[in-house]
C-alpha cells in the first residue's frame, strides 16, 4: 500500500536532509524509507495488514505475523528455568521475571513493586478509587475491565469454559485452570516464609497473614479478629444461625457454601481428589490428604509426652495409653498386658506357635500379616515407599526410615566406645567390631576374615567372577550393586547428591567431595615442577601437560593436537559450524555451555561473585579474581625488558608495544597501523564520519 495516497488531514510531507526521513508531525527522523512509512501509520490509524482468521488488523506485517501464532498456538520462546512456552519474546520476559523476582515498576504512593506496568496501573487505582468500569445492567462499578467481565456472568448465566475431567462448568477460564489442579493436585504458589504450596494467589494471600499475625476484621458480636473479611462474614452466620445453603436432596441446611459442595459428594458418591502414588480416591480432601502421609512418612501429630509422632490423630490417642499405664487386655498364658486387643492376638501366637499367614509363591509362613506382606514384596518386586527427596523405593517402611535419615543427616545409634554416630542400627553393629577386632565371617577360598557377612559374599566374587548385578537399559553386568548404581546415572542423568552450599546437584558422591573443595578452597594436589595446586587429580593431571608438551587428543580434520579433551570438542565446532547452546532471549549462540551460561547474566543482571574486601559484585569468577589485585596490589605480570609489574596481563602487552614498537592493528582503508585495537576503532570513526559510542 502507498502511504502517500492516504486520504488525512495530518500533513504528511517529508523533507529529505543527508538520507534523513523527517516526519512533519512528530518531528521524528529516520534513515530508511520503510521505516518512516510505517512510523507514518502511526499518525493515520492506517492497518493495511488483516488476520484471515479473525479479521483484526494491524499496521505492519510483523505484528500480524506474530499475532497469527495465537491461531496456530505456536509458542517459540521457552523458558530455560520451567520450560513454559510463549507466543511472544515479551511475554517470555516478563515470565523471566518471576524467577528472578524483579519488579521495575514501583508506586509513587506507597513503593510497593511489581513486575508488570498494567499491575501497576491496576493497583494504583486501590488509591485513587478510580472505577472506571460499571456493568451496564445493574449500575455496579469496577476498577478492572477483567472484574466487570467475571460480574456480567451473573446476569447472562454463561458457563462456557468446561472441565474435561469431569465435566464440571465454569463463567471463568481461570476458574476452570483453577479446578483443574484438583485433578492435577498442582501448586504452583509458594509462601516465601514456610514453603506451603496453594492452588490459587489469593489463598497464598490469605495464608500469610497467619505469619503476620495481622487481623483487621473484628466481630461487632464476640470481639474475635480475622485475616479476612470473608471469614468474619461466615462467622457471623453462627450468631445470626443463618444458614443460606441447603441440600436439594436430603434437605440438610448449612452456613457456607463449601460446605454444601463437600457434602453432594455423599449423594454423587464423586471422589474429586486421587492420591498420585497409589491412584486411591476420596471424597474429602482432608481424607486424601491423611492418605498421602502413608507414602510420604509425614507425622504432623506428636505425644507431649514421649515426643513419637503419627500420621493421624487417633493413632496419637491410642498410643497414648503407654503412658497412662492403661493395659486393659492381658494374655491367660504369661500374663503380659497390651494397650490394644490385637497386639494381644498377635502375641497369643508366640506360645501357640501358630503362622496363619502363608506366602503364596514359596509357602512360607508368617505370625503377623505385615510379616507377609513384606516378604511378598520380594517376589513381585513391589517397592511402595518412595523417597520425597530422591525417589528412591524400598519395600519396608523401616528401610526407608533408615534411608532418609542421610538426607536428615540424622544419627540416632551412638558408639559407647568412641561416641562415634549412625544413622542405622546394622552400621553400629559393624562399627563395633572396629573396637573388638572381631571377624566373625571367613571366606572358605582363601580364609581372609571379615567383620560383615555382607562383605565376606561381595568378596567371594572375587573368586567365582560372578556378577550379579546388570544393567536393564544396556545389559553391562558387575560384581557389586554400587558399581552398577553409579553406572546407571550415565542413563538416568540422575543426581542424588546435592551441595550444602550452593545447592548444586551430582551424580556420583564423589563429584560432590571434589565440587565441595570450591567452597572450602582445599586444594591437595599440587604440581611437582611449579607447586601449583589444584582440588582434583584430574585438573592436576590436565595442567602437567603444561610443562611436558603433551597433547594426547588431536582433531581427525585438521590433525591439530590439543592438551584436554574439552579444548578439542570446542575446536570441532569450527568445522562443523555447530552451535549447540543458543540464549532464548537473544538468540545469541555459543559452542560451550559454560560461556551461554556467564552470557545469560547479561540479561539477568546476575553477579553471584561478591568481593569479600568492598562488596562489589561480578558475573564471573576470574573478572572477581583479577579486580582483587585493586586490594591486594599485586602484579604478577612482568615485563621482561624493563621490569615494570602490572596487575593484568592484557597491560603488559599493551606495554610491550613500546619497546617493540608493534603496530599489530592496520585500518582496511588506509592502512595506518596502531598499537591498540581502541586507536584502531577511534580512527575509524574519521573515514565513516560517524560520531563514537561511549558505553
Do not use: W
Request: proline share 3%; glycine share 2%; charged share 25%.
Amino acid at each position: 500500500m502507498n502511504v502517500s495516497n492516504v486520504s488525512t488531514n495530518v500533513p504528511l510531507q517529508t523533507s529529505i536532509d543527508k538520507k534523513f526521513f523527517t516526519c512533519e508531525v512528530c518531528c521524528k527522523a529516520f534513515s530508511q524509507k520503510g521505516n518512516f512509512d510505517r512510523h507514518l501509520r502511526t499518525h493515520t490509524n492506517v492497518k493495511p495488514y488483516s488476520c484471515d482468521t479473525c479479521g483484526r488488523e494491524f499496521s505492519r506485517k510483523c505484528h500480524l505475523k506474530v499475532h497469527f501464532r495465537i491461531h496456530l498456538n505456536e509458542k517459540p520462546y521457552s523458558c530455560n528455568i520451567c520450560r513454559q512456552k510463549f507466543s511472544y519474546k515479551s511475554l517470555l520476559v516478563r515470565h523471566c521475571r518471576t524467577h528472578m523476582n524483579e519488579k521495575p515498576y514501583s508506586c509513587d504512593v506507597c513503593n510497593k513493586r511489581f513486575s508488570q506496568k498494567h499491575k501497576l496501573n491496576k493497583h494504583s487505582r486501590t488509591h485513587t478509587n478510580e472505577k472506571p468500569y460499571s456493568c451496564d445492567a445493574c449500575g455496579k462499578e469496577f476498577s478492572l475491565k477483567s472484574n466487570l467481565k467475571v460480574h456480567f456472568r451473573i446476569h447472562s448465566k454463561e458457563k462456557h469454559f468446561s472441565c474435561d475431567v469431569c465435566n464440571k462448568q465454569f463463567s471463568l477460564k481461570c476458574n476452570l485452570n483453577y479446578h483443574y489442579r484438583t485433578h492435577t493436585n498442582e501448586k504452583p504458589f509458594s509462601c516465601n516464609v514456610c514453603g506451603k504450596k496453594f492452588t490459587q494467589k489469593c489463598q497464598l494471600n490469605q495464608h500469610f497473614p497467619t505469619h503476620t499475625n495481622e487481623k483487621p476484621y473484628s466481630c461487632e458480636t464476640c470481639g474475635k479478629e480475622f485475616s479476612r473479611k470473608s471469614d468474619l462474614k461466615v462467622h457471623y452466620r453462627m450468631h445470626t444461625n443463618e444458614k443460606l445453603f441447603s441440600c436439594d436432596t436430603c434437605g440438610k441446611e448449612f452456613s457456607q457454601r463449601s460446605q454444601l459442595n463437600v457434602h453432594f459428594r455423599i449423594h454423587t458418591n464423586e471422589k474429586l481428589f486421587s492420591c498420585d502414588t497409589c491412584g486411591k480416591q476420596f471424597i474429602y480432601k482432608n481424607s486424601l490428604k491423611v492418605h498421602i502421609r502413608t507414602h510420604t512418612n509425614e507425622r504432623p501429630y506428636s505425644c507431649d509426652t514421649c515426643g513419637k509422632k503419627f500420621s493421624n490423630r487417633s493413632n496419637l490417642k491410642v498410643h497414648f495409653h503407654i503412658h497412662l499405664k492403661e493395659k486393659p487386655f492381658s494374655c491367660v498364658v504369661c500374663n503380659k498386658q497390651f494397650s490394644q486387643k490385637k497386639h494381644l492376638y498377635v502375641h497369643f501366637r508366640t506360645h501357640t506357635n501358630e503362622k496363619p499367614f502363608s506366602c503364596d509363591v514359596c509357602g512360607k509362613e508368617f505370625s503377623k500379616k505385615r510379616s507377609l506382606v513384606n516378604h511378598c514384596r520380594t517376589h513381585t518386586n513391589d517397592k511402595p515407599y518412595s523417597c520425597d527427596v530422591c525417589k528412591a523405593q524400598f519395600t519396608k517402611r523401616s528401610s526407608l526410615n533408615s534411608h532418609f535419615r542421610i538426607h536428615t543427616k540424622e544419627k540416632p545409634f551412638s558408639c559407647d566406645i568412641c561416641n562415634k554416630q549412625f544413622s542405622d542400627k546394622g552400621h553400629l553393629r559393624t562399627h563395633y567390631y572396629m573396637h573388638t577386632n572381631e571377624k566373625p565371617f571367613s571366606c572358605d577360598s582363601c580364609g581372609k576374615k571379615f567383620s560383615r557377612k555382607s562383605s565376606l559374599k561381595i568378596h567371594y566374587r572375587t573368586h567365582t567372577k560372578e556378577k550379579p548385578f546388570s544393567c536393564d537399559t544396556c545389559g553391562k553386568e558387575f560384581s557389586y550393586r554400587s558399581q552398577l548404581n553409579v553406572h546407571f546415572y550415565s542413563h538416568s542423568n540422575e543426581k542424588l547428591f546435592s551441595c550444602d552450599t550452593c545447592g548444586r546437584k551430582f551424580s556420583l558422591k564423589n563429584s560432590l567431595k571434589v565440587h565441595i573443595r570450591i567452597h572450602t578452597d582445599e586444594t591437595p594436589y599440587s604440581c611437582d615442577t611449579c607447586g601449583k595446586k589444584f582440588t582434583n587429580k584430574g585438573s592436576l593431571k590436565m595442567h602437567a601437560r603444561i610443562h611436558t608438551n603433551e597433547k594426547p587428543f588431536s582433531c581427525n580434520s585438521c590433525g591439530k593436537a590439543f592438551s584436554s579433551r574439552a579444548a578439542l570438542k570446542v575446536h570441532y565446532h569450527t568445522h562443523t559450524n555447530e552451535n549447540l547452546f543458543s540464549c532464548d532471549l537473544c538468540s545469541k549462540e555459543f559452542t560451550r555451555k559454560g560461556d551461554l551460561k556467564v552470557h545469560y547474566r547479561t540479561h539477568t543482571n546476575e553477579k553471584p561473585f561478591p568481593c569479600e574486601v568492598c562488596g562489589k559484585k561480578f558475573s564471573r569468577k576470574c573478572i572477581l579474581k583479577v579486580h582483587y589485585r585493586v586490594h591486594t596490589n599485586e602484579k604478577p605480570f612482568s615485563c621482561d625488558l624493563c621490569s615494570k609489574e602490572f596487575s593484568h596481563e592484557s597491560v603488559l602487552k599493551r606495554h610491550f608495544h613500546t619497546h617493540t614498537n608493534e603496530k599489530p592493528f592496520s585500518c582496511d582503508i588506509c592502512c595506518k597501523k596502531f598499537s591498540m585495537k581502541y586507536h584502531l576503532s577511534r580512527h575509524f570513526h574519521t573515514h565513516t564520519n560517524k560520531p563514537i559510542s561511549v558505553d
